[in-house]
């Protein structure tokens, strides 16, 4: 190995890098109508309802129904959307704080997503979870199978 | 004895990766450069980070492990070559590289479709943008996987490991310019022969009817061979990246992903038949069907288009 040429790539990778971010802006954060085009790719037999949008718009919950009960989990990845979907016997752990509901679940490079809400969505985010989930209905950091 | 060392009359030959990788990144900054004006390219700063770190672990993990590849393949090739002296000329050569993409056929499309070796491929599918950066993520763990034995046959014909290598290299750097959507169709008598573009577009969507197709290197005459060639449709962009894509940028995290999965996968299966089919069987793959094979996906997506035509038909208006 050329100790020398993986110098120099090393430095050109954070030149390009950093180029590239200062020429292509992030795009904005999650919106519904991005959420729902998404999510409708990812899960396409789900009926989807309208989005808990975290207010950093960085995370949002979607709750669907038929022919499954699932609830979606969007996050942004800089400017990407990436999708997920939870059933009701996959295992999970919900924290519910002061306006914000933080999920930890198995998924290796999802391990944590947290959702900051308003005072409306934060009542509509825990409905859904309880819907997906009534044995976690009032717990404030358990362990649920959601 | 296994004997790590490569015999003495080994051929020397250029190593064609190393000498392009300065034009692999000034044609990655012309790509730049033209998105930036045109914006017809998406291109992330993060995600181009990942991918070129990728690129730079690659090396690393090329170096540490390419003395024993090479001995591996010199054992073979001077044990048990059938052909002994097809030496090194240029109608060899040019047999060579034409085989040579013929394996690399095969090692791709086993690449997607046995799990084993698609958690070392799943890594340059992993970014949602398809540019020239993405072309250089690449894996870190090929030696975890059977994926050298694909070679074997090729040294056993008597095609010393040297010229193979050497044209797996050029066949690597033929492959970096169609990471792009700068370049929309070339003549059509090239489409018909070589990959392209359009065709390697095709391989890196995550549209159901796109899934597991075109897995040609060079010559895309294969997939037309062995019915995996779809063509781009202009009414289905492609949507690029994995069915469940990742939420990290982190390289470590990148790399190891789908071997954490399946190390999970086996630990929790029962029986030893359940536990070899999470390894051997296809991505996806699961022994109560919970998680969708790309055949699945396929399958119910065209499932999904045959109920659309048929309530596009009964709904249609009486003439």
Known sequence: MNWMQLLFSSLAVLLVSFAVSRMFPKAAGLTAERICKNYRRYSPDAIQSD?????????????CSQPNEELGIITALGGDVVCR???????????????TITLKHGDFTQPTVKFILSEADFRRATTAIKALSPQNSANNAGTAHV | MFD?????????????????????IIFMLIELTYGWKTRRIRYEGKDTLTSLTMSIGTTIAGALTAGIVLTAAYWVWENFRIFENLGSSIPIFILAFVLEDFTYYWIHRSGHRIRWLWAAHVIHHSSQHYNLSTALRQTWTDVFTPKFLFFWPLFLLGIEPAIVFFCAGLNLIYQFWFHTEAIDKCPRWFEALFNTPSHHR??????????????A????????MFGTFVPEDKNEPCNYGLVHDLDTFNPLRVATHEWVGIVKDIWSAKGLKNKILFLVGPPGWTPDGSRMTSDMLRASWQKRQETAAKTATTSAPAE
């Open chain 1, 51 to 63: 989005p808990i949008i975290s207010t950093d718009q960085k995370s949002a919950l979607l709750p």
């Open chain 1, 85 to 99: 979907t939870l059933l009701p016997d996959e295992t999970a752990r919900w924290q519910f704080g002061d306006g």
């Open chain 2, 4 to 24: 790590f060392s490569l015999p003495s009359n080994a051929l020397q030959l250029l190593k064609p990766l190393d000498i392009a990788i300065p034009f692999f």
């Open chain 2, 202 to 215: 095709v391989h890196h969507a995550k549209n159901p009817q796109y899934l597991d197709a075109n897995y």
């Open chain 2, 217 to 224: 290197g060079v010559f895309i005459i294969w997939d037309k």
